[in-house]
Protein backbone atom coordinates (compact mmCIF):
# COMPACT_ATOMS: atom_id res chain seq x y z
CA UNK A 1 0.00 0.00 0.00
CA UNK A 2 1.44 3.53 -0.79
CA UNK A 3 0.84 6.28 1.32
CA UNK A 4 0.81 10.02 0.46
CA UNK A 5 0.81 12.88 2.56
CA UNK A 6 -2.26 15.02 3.95
CA UNK A 7 -0.79 17.98 1.98
CA UNK A 8 -0.44 16.19 -1.43
CA UNK A 9 -4.03 15.06 -1.00
CA UNK A 10 -5.15 18.06 -0.35
CA UNK A 11 -4.12 19.93 -3.09
CA UNK A 12 -5.37 17.64 -5.52
CA UNK A 13 -8.71 17.69 -4.24
CA UNK A 14 -8.78 21.57 -5.01
CA UNK A 15 -11.13 23.17 -7.82
CA UNK A 16 -11.88 26.65 -8.90
CA UNK A 17 -11.15 29.73 -7.26
CA UNK A 18 -9.81 30.43 -3.62
CA UNK A 19 -11.59 33.58 -1.67
CA UNK A 20 -9.07 35.84 -1.54
CA UNK A 21 -8.81 35.10 -5.64
CA UNK A 22 -13.01 35.69 -5.87
CA UNK A 23 -12.87 38.69 -3.72
CA UNK A 24 -10.46 40.34 -6.03
CA UNK A 25 -12.19 39.43 -9.02
CA UNK A 26 -15.59 40.77 -7.43
CA UNK A 27 -13.68 44.29 -6.62
CA UNK A 28 -12.49 44.32 -9.95
CA UNK A 29 -15.77 44.43 -11.55
CA UNK A 30 -17.36 46.36 -9.40
CA UNK A 31 -14.97 48.80 -10.74
CA UNK A 32 -15.68 48.19 -14.12
CA UNK A 33 -19.23 48.77 -13.81
CA UNK A 34 -18.91 51.54 -11.43
CA UNK A 35 -16.57 53.59 -14.37
CA UNK A 36 -19.32 52.19 -17.17
CA UNK A 37 -22.18 53.36 -14.95
CA UNK A 38 -19.98 57.25 -14.69
CA UNK A 39 -19.83 57.39 -18.45
CA UNK A 40 -23.85 56.42 -19.18
CA UNK A 41 -24.76 58.71 -16.37
CA UNK A 42 -22.81 61.50 -17.76
CA UNK A 43 -23.95 61.05 -21.62
CA UNK A 44 -27.61 60.85 -20.55
CA UNK A 45 -26.76 63.91 -18.69
CA UNK A 46 -25.38 65.52 -21.67
CA UNK A 47 -27.89 64.36 -23.87
CA UNK A 48 -30.61 65.82 -21.69
CA UNK A 49 -29.19 69.41 -21.55
CA UNK A 50 -28.80 69.01 -25.38
CA UNK A 51 -32.75 68.37 -25.78
CA UNK A 52 -32.92 70.68 -23.34
CA UNK A 53 -30.88 73.81 -25.07
CA UNK A 54 -32.66 72.73 -28.78
CA UNK A 55 -36.34 73.10 -27.14
CA UNK A 56 -35.33 76.66 -25.34
CA UNK A 57 -33.68 77.50 -28.62
CA UNK A 58 -36.70 76.86 -30.45
CA UNK A 59 -39.31 77.99 -28.51
CA UNK A 60 -37.14 81.42 -28.09
CA UNK A 61 -36.60 81.95 -31.70
CA UNK A 62 -40.53 81.13 -32.49
CA UNK A 63 -41.38 83.65 -29.97
CA UNK A 64 -39.05 86.07 -30.92
CA UNK A 65 -40.10 85.87 -34.90
CA UNK A 66 -43.90 86.40 -33.97
CA UNK A 67 -42.75 89.58 -31.91
CA UNK A 68 -41.19 90.68 -34.81
CA UNK A 69 -43.58 89.94 -37.31
CA UNK A 70 -46.34 91.36 -35.22
CA UNK A 71 -44.65 94.72 -34.42
CA UNK A 72 -43.90 95.42 -38.18
CA UNK A 73 -47.54 95.39 -38.97
CA UNK A 74 -48.08 98.19 -36.47
CA UNK A 75 -49.57 101.11 -38.12
CA UNK A 76 -50.65 98.99 -41.33
CA UNK A 77 -53.94 100.37 -42.89
CA UNK A 78 -56.31 98.24 -45.31
CA UNK A 79 -57.77 101.54 -47.02
CA UNK A 80 -54.45 103.15 -47.52
CA UNK A 81 -55.70 105.54 -50.10
CA UNK A 82 -58.10 107.68 -47.38
CA UNK A 83 -54.34 108.42 -46.49
CA UNK A 84 -52.86 109.79 -49.77
CA UNK A 85 -52.38 113.48 -50.72
CA UNK A 86 -55.11 114.46 -53.40
CA UNK A 87 -55.68 118.04 -55.24
CA UNK A 88 -57.90 119.54 -52.75
CA UNK A 89 -58.35 116.65 -50.06
CA UNK A 90 -55.29 116.65 -47.98
CA UNK A 91 -54.52 113.45 -46.38
CA UNK A 92 -56.13 111.54 -42.93
CA UNK A 93 -54.18 110.97 -39.58
CA UNK A 94 -53.37 107.08 -39.43
CA UNK A 95 -55.70 106.52 -36.39
CA UNK A 96 -53.37 103.07 -35.96
CA UNK A 97 -50.22 104.40 -36.34
CA UNK A 98 -49.44 104.75 -32.24
CA UNK A 99 -47.31 102.46 -30.67
CA UNK A 100 -46.97 102.61 -27.05
CA UNK A 101 -44.09 101.56 -25.44
CA UNK A 102 -44.67 101.30 -21.31
CA UNK A 103 -41.60 100.66 -18.62
CA UNK A 104 -39.62 98.51 -21.57
CA UNK A 105 -41.07 95.50 -21.20
CA UNK A 106 -44.98 96.48 -22.81
CA UNK A 107 -46.08 97.51 -25.71
CA UNK A 108 -49.17 98.11 -27.29
CA UNK A 109 -49.96 98.76 -30.99
CA UNK A 110 -52.60 98.84 -33.30
CA UNK A 111 -53.27 97.87 -37.20
CA UNK A 112 -55.99 96.96 -39.16
CA UNK A 113 -56.09 94.57 -41.91
CA UNK A 114 -58.89 92.96 -43.31
CA UNK A 115 -61.65 92.43 -40.22
CA UNK A 116 -58.79 92.18 -37.86
CA UNK A 117 -58.65 95.77 -36.38
CA UNK A 118 -57.98 96.69 -32.72
CA UNK A 119 -55.22 96.64 -29.74
CA UNK A 120 -52.47 94.06 -29.99
CA UNK A 121 -49.21 94.13 -27.77
CA UNK A 122 -46.65 91.95 -26.07
CA UNK A 123 -45.88 91.89 -22.38
CA UNK A 124 -43.72 90.17 -19.64
CA UNK A 125 -45.66 88.93 -16.97
CA UNK A 126 -44.36 86.35 -14.24
CA UNK A 127 -41.87 84.68 -16.27
CA UNK A 128 -43.70 84.52 -19.31
CA UNK A 129 -44.73 86.99 -22.49
CA UNK A 130 -48.38 87.54 -22.84
CA UNK A 131 -50.25 88.57 -26.24
CA UNK A 132 -52.77 91.31 -25.96
CA UNK A 133 -55.37 89.21 -28.51
CA UNK A 134 -59.32 90.93 -28.68
CA UNK A 135 -58.91 92.52 -25.68
CA UNK A 136 -57.50 89.92 -23.20
CA UNK A 137 -53.93 88.77 -22.59
CA UNK A 138 -52.84 85.01 -23.47
CA UNK A 139 -49.69 83.04 -22.38
CA UNK A 140 -47.76 83.20 -25.43
CA UNK A 141 -44.77 81.40 -24.16
CA UNK A 142 -44.77 78.51 -21.88
CA UNK A 143 -44.07 78.67 -18.52
CA UNK A 144 -42.94 74.64 -18.36
CA UNK A 145 -40.57 74.62 -21.22
CA UNK A 146 -39.11 78.39 -21.12
CA UNK A 147 -38.70 81.02 -18.20
CA UNK A 148 -38.61 84.85 -19.49
CA UNK A 149 -35.96 86.48 -17.65
CA UNK A 150 -35.79 89.77 -19.55
CA UNK A 151 -37.97 91.05 -22.68
CA UNK A 152 -37.42 94.51 -23.27
CA UNK A 153 -38.21 97.21 -26.06
CA UNK A 154 -36.59 100.19 -26.78
CA UNK A 155 -36.73 102.57 -29.05
CA UNK A 156 -33.46 103.21 -31.97
CA UNK A 157 -34.68 105.52 -33.50
CA UNK A 158 -31.31 107.96 -32.67
CA UNK A 159 -30.04 109.30 -35.78
CA UNK A 160 -32.99 107.88 -38.13
CA UNK A 161 -34.12 110.15 -40.81
CA UNK A 162 -36.94 112.77 -39.98
CA UNK A 163 -38.16 114.47 -43.11
CA UNK A 164 -40.73 117.43 -43.10
CA UNK A 165 -43.64 117.09 -45.95
CA UNK A 166 -43.83 120.70 -47.93
CA UNK A 167 -47.21 121.93 -48.09
CA UNK A 168 -48.68 124.44 -50.71
CA UNK A 169 -48.33 127.23 -48.50
CA UNK A 170 -46.61 128.41 -44.84
CA UNK A 171 -47.49 128.22 -41.43
CA UNK A 172 -48.41 132.40 -41.50
CA UNK A 173 -49.18 134.74 -43.86
CA UNK A 174 -46.83 137.17 -42.86
CA UNK A 175 -43.53 134.62 -42.64
CA UNK A 176 -43.78 132.99 -45.72
CA UNK A 177 -40.36 130.69 -44.56
CA UNK A 178 -42.28 129.53 -41.35
CA UNK A 179 -42.51 125.88 -41.92
CA UNK A 180 -43.11 124.59 -38.42
CA UNK A 181 -46.09 123.91 -38.94
CA UNK A 182 -45.69 121.43 -42.13
CA UNK A 183 -46.19 117.45 -40.99
CA UNK A 184 -42.78 115.43 -40.80
CA UNK A 185 -42.51 111.49 -41.15
CA UNK A 186 -40.58 109.57 -38.59
CA UNK A 187 -38.97 106.19 -39.51
CA UNK A 188 -39.67 104.03 -36.65
CA UNK A 189 -37.37 101.53 -35.25
CA UNK A 190 -37.12 99.09 -32.16
CA UNK A 191 -34.45 96.64 -30.31
CA UNK A 192 -36.80 93.43 -28.74
CA UNK A 193 -34.25 92.09 -26.51
CA UNK A 194 -35.23 88.24 -25.03
CA UNK A 195 -33.59 86.07 -22.34
CA UNK A 196 -34.65 83.05 -21.46
CA UNK A 197 -33.59 80.11 -19.52
CA UNK A 198 -34.70 76.55 -18.81
CA UNK A 199 -36.96 75.87 -15.57
CA UNK A 200 -35.18 72.65 -15.43
CA UNK A 201 -31.55 74.20 -15.19
CA UNK A 202 -31.18 77.94 -14.69
CA UNK A 203 -27.07 77.13 -15.97
CA UNK A 204 -28.86 76.49 -19.43
CA UNK A 205 -29.46 80.32 -20.96
CA UNK A 206 -30.73 81.99 -24.58
CA UNK A 207 -30.31 85.11 -25.82
CA UNK A 208 -32.32 86.23 -28.37
CA UNK A 209 -31.71 90.60 -30.26
CA UNK A 210 -33.95 91.48 -32.78
CA UNK A 211 -34.29 95.02 -34.81
CA UNK A 212 -37.61 96.07 -36.09
CA UNK A 213 -37.94 98.25 -38.90
CA UNK A 214 -42.11 99.68 -38.77
CA UNK A 215 -43.22 99.13 -42.15
CA UNK A 216 -45.43 102.39 -41.60
CA UNK A 217 -43.54 105.19 -41.13
CA UNK A 218 -45.64 108.04 -38.67
CA UNK A 219 -46.33 110.79 -39.88
CA UNK A 220 -46.94 113.95 -36.96
CA UNK A 221 -49.43 116.13 -37.60
CA UNK A 222 -47.84 119.81 -36.47
CA UNK A 223 -50.74 122.49 -37.13
CA UNK A 224 -51.82 123.60 -33.61
CA UNK A 225 -54.64 125.32 -34.97
CA UNK A 226 -55.69 122.35 -37.29
CA UNK A 227 -54.57 119.23 -36.03
CA UNK A 228 -56.61 117.28 -37.87
CA UNK A 229 -55.14 118.44 -41.27
CA UNK A 230 -51.59 117.95 -42.44
CA UNK A 231 -51.41 121.29 -44.04
CA UNK A 232 -52.77 124.94 -43.00
CA UNK A 233 -55.83 125.71 -44.85
Not at 111 to 126: K, M, N, P, S, T
Not at 185 to 200: A, E, G, K, Q
Amino acid sequence: MRLHPPHSFLRRRQSGLSLVELMVGIAVGLFVVAGATLVVTSQLGDNRRLLLESQLQQDLRATSDIITRELRRAGAHDNPATLMWFPGAPPGKNEYSDVEVEDGSEVVFNYRRLDQEGEWGFALQDGVIKTLIGGRWQDLTDANTMNVAQFSIESADAGTLTETIPCPRACSATDLTDTSCWPTVNMRTYLVTIRVNSPSDDRIERVVRSQVRLRNNEINFNDPDNPGQACPP
